[in-house]
């Protein structure tokens, strides 16, 4: 359902070289003045692929986007190691005598596979007291990053010829492909690094329906999608507008004597009788009340 005005999520399928900032400033011609426009998601400026953008009130939905599942295609170098875990930084070779046998690179994988505890890169986005890791690396500091509890649904061999490795990778939020890298090489005890990286899927949203950055303004809008795209996966459910209109102005809904089957601390996103996405809200098990945690606003024209 088309929506009124420029709200809505829009798939980009990222060219190598550009930050995720530098790919959202390029894609603001496509849109009137004024438009707030962001990204769900760094990919590093070596990574290509699925960067979904969010125009208009979709920048409020960015955390739901972050959270999907997401599906990597990486070649990892062995025997040798990077200032940067890829192939963009200051590379060391490996003295390996004898390189891993593909029998246990696929035991090794396994040893990555569900919730494991990963530290970011040291050039990356994460933060140390306020400041991003890149910036204190590129100033010479000392970066120390803590690990982070990561999950990896499945790591697929799709090609091994020492020194090169490629990998489908599918896991959850948080993940660094290059942490995964340097981990696997030290685990083989041959070093690696990502030589190159493709995000072909974020939840839902797929390369495949991607728009390059050398695309037409028109066509760019055409593509752009509704604001539930970014509630997929989430519980959808339909109130009256009278209940919603309450949502809006902050307050809190009261579930008795209605039938919304949700877990205490289940997110829902609530549409109206139109279809249009209204809010997400957040049951409180023991008032049995729907807490708003976002509010949007009603579509202009109708």
């Known amino acids: 359902m088309a929506r009124v005005g420029v709200d809505g999520l829009l ?11 530098a790919a959202v400033n390029r894609a603001q011609r496509w849109f009137p003045r004024g438009t707030r426009l962001g990204h769900t998601g760094t990919l590093d400026p070596l990574a290509t692929g699925v960067l979904v ?23 990892l170098r062995l025997g040798q190691r990077s200032s940067t875990d890829d192939a ?12 891993p046998d593909e029998a246990v690179l696929r035991q090794t994988l396994t040893e990555f596979l569900g919730e494991i505890d990963q530290v970011p890169p040291a050039f990356s986005a994460a933060r140390i007291t306020g400041r991003r890791a890149y910036d204190l690396a590129r100033a010479g500091a000392a970066v120390s990053l803590q690990p982070r509890r990561v999950r990896i649904y499945d790591l697929r061999v799709l090609s091994y010829e020492y020194p090169r490795l490629e990998l489908e990778v599918r896991c959850g939020k948080g993940t660094y492909i290059r942490s995964l890298a340097r981990d696997l090489g030290t685990h083989l005890g041959c070093g690696a690094l990502v030589e190159t990286l493709r995000r072909t899927r974020v939840g839902a949203f797929t390369v495949e329906t991607a728009v390059s950055l050398e695309a037409e303004p028109a066509l760019a809008r055409q593509r752009l999608l509704p604001l539930e795209s970014a509630v997929a996966e989430l519980p959808h459910r339909t109130l009256p507008s009278a209940d919603l209109d309450r949502l809006r ?6 579930l008795a004597g209605t039938s919304i089957d949700l877990h205490p601390g289940q ?5 109206d009788a139109q279809g249009w996405l209204a809010a997400v809200a957040r049951l409180d098990g023991e008032a049995r009340t729907l807490q708003p945690q976002k509010v949007l606003a009603a579509p202009s024209g109708g």
């Open 88 to 99: 963009d930084g200051e590379i060391s070779s490996v003295v390996v005598d004898r390189p």
């Open 267 to 271: 997110e829902v996103a609530l549409f």
């Open 249 to 254: 102005h902050g307050q809190a809904l009261t």
């Open 53 to 75: 953008l969010c125009a208009g009130q979709a920048t409020r939905l960015a955390e739901y986007v972050q959270a999907m599942e997401k599906v990597y295609r990486t070649t």
């Open 11 to 21: 798939v980009l399928d990222k060219p190598r070289g550009f930050t995720s900032r």
